[in-house]
């Protein structure tokens, strides 16, 4: 049984298709894989499709194959210091392993994502707008730089996890579409992380700040707001944002045609040009595009002809609305109408990376590990279950507690229940019995057999959250990740209603490290 003082408990609580096929296979010669970096990047593409980047972005590589410089720059809480982030090689992916390194022990933020364009488009942080943002001056907050770790092509990368109140923006740009000149975009999102707030845009906006009237932006919502329009089923959904509306077809309001997304990595698309408009999607892991609406501009005033005006967005909407939550992995803008051929081969390069959450340290299914505590507070404790009932908690575990003790905190690998890429923990100390969530706290408890037991006792394996370690992401709650919180295992989004969902110290408990078995 543990003994743990109720007053620790309570102070650690209150821390706490002919064509397109020719394109793409003239322009995908020499793909990127999980060893090399590409030779032709989506910008590459888009340039030789006769639409070329005026801005691109991104966090987790090089969206052209020549280029070498920085994809973004963090900052550390400890001194204010700032460090540019690179590329581990021209064309290949973010050098992960120097943002670690430099955020060790403490936390940082993402101050700049840089354009790799060489426009000059970059993104910082967003000021205040019509609404203004939580942060000093009535500025947006800027994104923690370890909340989104992500694998591509089998690097360890970090996106740009856009919790509400997070925003950037450019409201000085060159080459950016303005009026009803065409352009296109694309973005890698997160699937998974969405919510029903206004507005997680990445885009053309106004170059105000406010909501200047219909027509004046033009950007990639991704999410489930309903007040302005939605697509079929509950979502989230990819809709346009032209200020003033969410569109997800030419009507305000319901338009079937745009589906549901559910993958893990979605690719974004929306294009724009003088009474013509699409919005395009597919996995961003598998897979083709599809077109859930191509043709006419909506059919209310203010959109024929459009009147953008050029600046760019990412996490608000155009008037600094910022409610929304989401995360951004990479996207671009375009000069021009792209072509669907251009953006199948776009796709096709996409998919070829491997965007993955998988973790390349990740223990091996039959191995044997302790789950170590990573948080200040709780170095020495592991998570175990509790010899009284069923519950599963962490206690501090050193070489002189029990043989019981010991076997409690040790975990048998195996293969998902529910996804064999992912795992279930066994006890070693009670065979046949299994670490899983119910009312999302953590019980050991034996296999009923049932999909639901099978979902709820798989968590798939992702590079720690807090730049440490690993975190387990539960299969059926994929924004759920296992955490300790007052000495207790629960499953835990990083805000929500739950105590055990608490901003405080998310990262640092929900990231674990795979220490040699105890037993």
Known sequence: MIKRPWMRRVRRALLAAGATAALAAGLL????????????????????????????????????????????????????????????????????????????????VITVIYDQSGKGNNL?????????GPAAGGADNLANAVAAPVTVAGHKAYGVYVAPGTGYRNNHTSGIATGDQPEGMYAIFDGTHFNGGCCFD?????????DDGNGTMEAIYFGNNKDWG?????????????????FSGVNRGLNAGDP????????????????????RGGNAQSGSLSTYYSGVRPNDSGYNPMHKQGAIILGIGGDNSASSAGTFYEGVMTSGYPSDATENAVQANITAVGYSTAATNAPTPGSRISLQATTACCTSDYLRHNDADNKVVISAINSSSSATDKGDA??????????????????????????????????????????????????????????????FQSVNYPTKYIRHYAYTGYIAGNGGSNAWDSTAFWAEDTSWLTASPWS
């Open 260 to 279: 549901s997304i559910n993958n893990r990595f979605v690719t974004a698309i929306i294009k724009g040009g003088p009474n013509q408009w699409a919005i």
């Open 230 to 246: 939605s697509g079929s089923g509950n979502g989230p959904w990819i809709m346009a944002d032209l200020e003033n509306g969410l």
């Open 29 to 108: 010669t020499g793909t990127a894989t999980t060893s090399q970096a590409a030779t032709q990047g989506p910008c590459d593409i888009y340039a030789a499709g006769g639409t070329p980047c005026v801005a691109a972005h991104g966090t987790t590589r090089a969206l052209y194959a020549a280029y070498s410089g920085p994809l973004y720059q963090v900052r550390r809480a400890s001194d204010n210091t700032t460090k540019d982030i690179g590329v581990l090689s021209a064309g290949g992916y973010a050098d992960a392993a120097a943002q670690d390194s430099f955020c060790a022990n403490t936390s940082c």
């Open 410 to 471: 040790t975990w048998i690998v195996r293969a998902g229940r529910a996804n064999t890429s992912c795992l279930t923990f066994e006890s070693a100390n009670a065979p046949g019995r299994f670490l899983r969530h119910a009312g999302f706290q953590l019980y050991l408890d034996a296999d009923d057999g049932s999909s639901l037991f099978a979902q709820d006792a798989t968590f798939c394996p992702t590079y720690g959250n807090s730049g440490v370690g690993l975190s």
């Open 124 to 132: 910082t942080q967003a000021p205040g707008g019509y609404w203004p």
């Open 202 to 210: 990445y885009g053309n906006a106004e170059t105000t700040g406010n």
